[in-house]
Structure formats: structure tokens, C-alpha cells
């Protein structure tokens, strides 16, 4: 079992810029990966970006160029620096850890871009 905690989500103006942080419970280093996702109002959660444990990301079309997701395990943490925010990015994002064993989930955070 793993707990993620997420933080650092709010309100920004469209243009602007937010880092998402999410911390684990326990040491990262057997998480094959961990990544973001997303859930609009009445839309499903989808991928936002991944990175494995080896360190290769992936980022959803809908966000390349402007969010980065990185990872330190020694914080276990996984982040997500978000830039030239658009008012579609609007949801709750979610951090995921996977192992072998395991698919975990956090509780979310709201990101809100608006002016």
C-alpha cells in the first residue's frame, strides 16, 4: 500500500504557471512509474504525462511544450511544472503510482485557469 499526497494546485490566470507536487508514503525506487492525470467536468480522466523509473517520459499531445514532469526519489516525489496555462486545463489531477503490484491513486487537486 501506498499513499500520495498531491498539492499545489489553485487559481491562475490564463498565461500563467503552477507545479504540481506528489509525495509517497514509502521509497519510490521499485515504482515502474508514476505520472499525472486529469478529470474535467463530464469528461473521463486521461493521461497528462508519465515517467518511468528508468526515467523516460511521456506527454500528452494536449500539453507538449508546456508541462514537464520530473521525478525525485529521494523526496518520493513526483512533480509536474505546468506552463502557458490555457483555460482547458482546467480539472482535478491526480497522481498515480504503479508497481508490480500495485496501481495507486491520490486524491487530487483542482487547477482552475480563468480570468
Known amino acids: 500500500q501506498v499513499q500520495l499526497v498531491e498539492s499545489g494546485g489553485g487559481l491562475v490566470q490564463p498565461g500563467g504557471s503552477l507545479r504540481l507536487s506528489c509525495v509517497a508514503s514509502?521509497?519510490?525506487?521499485?515504482?515502474?512509474?508514476m505520472g499525472w492525470y486529469r478529470q474535467a467536468p463530464g469528461k473521463e480522466r486521461e493521461l497528462v504525462a508519465r515517467?518511468?523509473?528508468?526515467?523516460?517520459?511521456i506527454h500528452a499531445d494536449s500539453v507538449k511544450g508546456r508541462f514537464t514532469i520530473s521525478r525525485d526519489n529521494a523526496e518520493r516525489a513526483v512533480y509536474l511544472q505546468m506552463n502557458s496555462l490555457k483555460p482547458d486545463d482546467t480539472a482535478v489531477y491526480y497522481c498515480?503510482?504503479?508497481?508490480?503490484?500495485?496501481?495507486?491513486w491520490g486524491q487530487g487537486t483542482q487547477v482552475t485557469v480563468s480570468s
Open positions: 498515480n503510482a504503479v508497481t508490480a503490484s500495485l496501481n495507486s
Open positions: 514509502r521509497n519510490i525506487f521499485s515504482f515502474n512509474a
Open positions: 515517467i518511468t523509473n528508468g526515467g523516460s517520459t
